[in-house]
Nanobody, 127 residues
């Protein structure tokens, strides 16, 4: 069992930055591909970014490319999402998720691949 706890959300003006953290429990963190998803009010949950077990490969949805960066520190069993140039459309609850069965691929955009989820952290971007 893996427990994931997100932090770092908050209220920021458009153009600002936030860094989200996802702290994981358990000694096998490096065995999990990790992803970030978000869900805006009255919208379906959508993929944001994913990172491979080693941290060498990353994948982003088009709307955040060049603005968001996913990274991980396996020694600290934490995954991060650095969000720059934030827009009001980025407003959502952000969730991190762990996939223990598969490493990163184009299928990492599918939330059904992920086995463990955090409780989410709210990000609000004002215009």
């Amino acid at each position: 069992q893996v427990r994931l706890v997100e932090s770092g959300g908050g209220l920021v003006q458009a153009g600002g930055s936030l860094r989200l953290s996802c702290a994981a429990s358990g000694p096998t963190f490096s065995s999990y591909a990790m992803g970030w998803f978000r869900q805006a009010p009255e919208k379906e949950r959508e993929f944001v970014a994913a990172i491979s077990r080693s941290g060498d490969s990353t994948y982003y949805t088009n709307s955040v490319k060049g603005r968001f960066t996913i990274s991980r520190d396996n020694a600290k069993i934490t995954v991060y999402l650095q969000m720059n140039s934030l827009k009001p459309d980025d407003t959502a609850v952000y969730y991190c998720a762990a996939d223990y069965r598969y490493d990163i691929s184009t299928y990492s955009t599918d939330d059904h691949r992920y086995d463990y989820w955090g409780q989410g952290t709210q990000v609000t971007v004002s215009s």
